[in-house]
């Protein structure tokens, strides 16, 4: 499950569409919105792309991005 308030936090602050990321990753639009939005999960190679487009290179902020946990009722 990935966090997706932060990746649209970090969009924000990069002052980046979905569009840009997608280019600079060399991702498709589409993937990038579907990860964006949680609709499927990114593989390893994808996480490191977004990730270094966005500036992350944290091991463990990378890892609040996309391994966030359901939370539990």
Known sequence: MTDTKKIKML???KDMSQRDLAIKCG???TTVNQIINDKTSPRTDQIEK??????VT???EKAAIFLKQKSQK
């Not at 977004?50 to 500036?55: D, K, P, V």
């Open 27 to 29: 991702l498709n639009k």
């Open 50 to 55: 977004i990730c270094a487009a966005l500036g």
């Open 58 to 60: 944290d091991c463990s």
């Open 11 to 13: 969009l924000i602050e």
